[in-house]
């Protein structure tokens, strides 16, 4: 059984930083694209950041360019987003995300809220 598990979310004031976990179990999480995704209320689940399964390719939404690192520990089974200089509008639900060809897993979210 596939599952994902987030972890580090929290309540964090404007300009702070929070490390977010994914950890993965059921799947050879070194073949995996990871990504990780946010879900602000009444806002559509929108990209944050993407990696590759063997970390060649990076990709950031421009709003968390310069802010946010995403990085994996594939002998942990591990995805990881560094977020730093926080902003208010980065208050979401935080999910991960596994992609192999046509299979595609989901955790449950993690929730951030950056508020002073």
């Known amino acids: 059984q596939v599952q994902l598990v987030e972890s580090g979310g929290g309540l964090v004031q404007p300009g702070g930083s929070l490390r977010l976990s994914c950890a993965a179990s059921?799947?050879?999480?070194?073949?995996?694209?990871m990504s990780w995704y946010r879900q602000a209320p009444g806002k559509e689940r929108e990209l944050v950041a993407s990696?590759?399964?063997?970390?060649?390719?990076?990709n950031y939404a421009d709003s968390v360019k310069g802010r946010f690192s995403i990085s994996r520990d594939n002998p942990k089974s591990t995805v990881y987003l560094q977020m730093d200089s926080l902003k208010p509008e980065d208050t979401a639900v935080y999910y991960c995300?596994?992609?192999?060809?046509?299979?595609?897993?989901w955790g449950k979210g993690t929730l951030v809220t950056v508020s002073s």
């Open positions: 059921g799947v050879i999480f070194s073949i995996y694209d």
């Open positions: 995300r596994a992609v192999y060809y046509g299979m595609v897993y």
């Open positions: 990696l590759s399964s063997a970390g060649a390719r990076i």
